[in-house]
C-alpha cells in the first residue's frame, strides 16, 4: 500500500530597464519550494510465508522539504556601426538548492490491520535526517561581432564558485569561441538558385561541473559502539576532489539547395572530459571504506550527426512530398584511469551473470566485460575432460561494445489542402544488445525453447579438451555427449559470451499522423469569429518492428538516465517494447 502528497510553489520576479540608449539592465528571481509526504505500508500477511519477517508488517514514512533559490542579473550594450553590429553583457548568477529530509521505518505491528507508527513495536523505530545545502556563485561575460549579416564571432566566459567542493578547488573557469560565416551573403553567390544558402559553423566550449553535496564530507551515522557517538557509513571522505571538466570542439554547416528544395545540416564532434565525477566508485577495502566519491579518469567521444530533407514533389496544385533521412555516428574511448584501476565498473549494469559495463584504458565507454570461455592459442574454446562442458576464465574480458555502428531516422510528409500525412521511422545498425531476458528463461527452465533443449538428445560442444594437448599440433577434439535434461529444471545457458548478441539492427515504425486543418476563412464564418482555428487529427505510434534480434526488446535499457554513467543501453533485461498505440484529437483556437 502506497500513499504521497505534494505541494509546491513557484515565484519568479523580473525587472526590465533601459538606463540609456542602446543599454539594458535584466534582473530575475526565483523561488521553487514544496513539501512531499509519502507513506509505505507492508501488510504482515504480505510475501513469503518462509521469511522471518513473515507476519510482522512494516511502516514507512517520509516527509521531503525542498527550496531552490536563483538570482540572475544581466547587463549590456548593443550598437551598429555601418556594417558592424556589436553586443556584450556581463552578468552575476547565484543558484541555492536546500533540502530537508527525515525517514521513519517501523515494524511488528501490534494489530495486524491497523497501519500506523503508533501501532509499530517501539524498538524497531529508526528515524533519519538527512539536510543538504549546494550553493553556486557565478559572473559571466560575453561578446559578439557582426559584420554584415554575413561573419560572425563569439566570446564568452563564465567562472563559477560552487560550495560542493574543497576551498582549494571550488572555483573552475569555462570559456567557449563561436564563429559561423554565411557564404551565400558573398556577391558573387547571391540569387544563386542552385545554392540557396550555405553557412560554416564552427565553436570551441568548456564546461565545468561540480559534485553533489556531501561529497567531501559524506553524513555521519550513529555508532553503537560502546560510549556512543557518530561515524562514518561506508562512503569516506575525499578532500581532494575536484571540478569536472569537458572539452568540447565542433564544426559543420547548414545549406539549402535547389530554390530551398532540399536542406541539409552537417556536425562533426570531439569531446574531453577530465576528471570526470563519479559517485560511489568502489574502493579496496583496505581503506576502510567501500565506497567513495571521487574524479576517476579522462576519456573522449567523437561522432558526426547529418540530416538531409528535400521535397520529392512540390506541384503547382500544392502537393507537396518531402523526404528527409538523420544519421548519425559516435564512438568513445577511455584515456585515463586512476593508478591500480584495471576496470571501473557499473555495479547497475551487472544484471546478467557475469556481465556487466567495464571501463578499461583503450576502450570505450559503453563496453561490457564478463568471463569469457577459456581458449587455446589458436581460439579454439577449452571443454572440461570430466564433464563435457566449455571452461570460463576466472578473468574479465573484453566481450563486446554497446554502442551502435549507425543511428538513423527517416521522415516523410505529404501534405494537400489542409491534409497532412507524416510517418517517423528509426532504427540501429550493428549494434550489440545483451540478451538477459532469453538467459533468465533458460536457466529457469520457463521458455519453450528450454522444454525443447531438455527433450532433445544428446549434444558435443564445439571446442577442444583441456587435457595438457589443447596448445600442441594436434589437440584432442571435443566428443563428450552432454543431454540437457541431465540439469533438471534448468538449462545448461552457456558463458558470458554466448548471450551478446552482435550486428543487431532493427528499424521501428514510430509513427503515422494524419491531420486536417480546417480552413481558416470558412471556419471564421461558421463560428462567427469564435474559432480561429481548428484541425482533426488521428495517431498511430509503434506500429511495426523489423529486427534480427532473437529476444524481446532490442532496445532494452535497464537503467534510468537518473543513475548516471554509460547506462543501461543494449541490455534487454525483462523489458518490453513500446505497445502499439492509437489516439486522435481535435485542436481549436479561440
Known sequence: RNYDESDRMMVNVSLNATPTKNTFVRATMGWDTGLSDYEYFVHPYYGNPTSASYGDGSFHYTKSQWLDKTVNVLAGYNNEWGKFTFNAQVGYHQQENGSHNIATSAG???????????????????????????????????????????AFLTFRARNDWSSTLPKDNNHYFYPAVEGSFVMTELPFLQGNSAVSYFKLRGAVAQVGKDATPLSIYPSLETTDDVGGGFRYGYTGPNTALKPEMTTSWEFGFEARFLNDRVNADFTYFQTRCEDQYVTGFRLSYATGFVLNNMNVGTFTTQGWDLHIDGDIIRAASGFRWNLGVNLSHASSLVTELPEAVTEYYNAYTWLSGNLRNGISVGNPVTTMTGKAYQRNKKGDVLIDPSTGIPLTDENWSILGDRQPKLEFGITTNLSYKGFRLSALATGRFGATVVNATKRDLLDSGSSWESVHMREMGPVVFNGVLKNGLEDSANPTVNNIAVTYANFGSSIYKGGDEEWLE?????MRLAEVRLSYNVPSSWLKRATKNFVSSASIWAKATDLVTLTNYSGIDAVGNSNSAALGGAGGMGIDVWGTPNPRGYSFGVNLTF
Open 502 to 506: 552482435k550486428d543487431v539492427n532493427y
Open 108 to 150: 511488528s505491528f501490534a494489530v495486524k490491520d491497523f497501519y500506523g507508527l503508533a501501532n509499530c513495536d517501539p524498538a524497531t523505530i529508526i528515524t533519519k535526517t538527512t539536510n543538504t545545502t549546494r550553493r553556486v556563485q557565478a559572473v559571466s561575460a560575453q561578446a559578439e561581432v557582426g559584420y554584415n549579416n554575413m
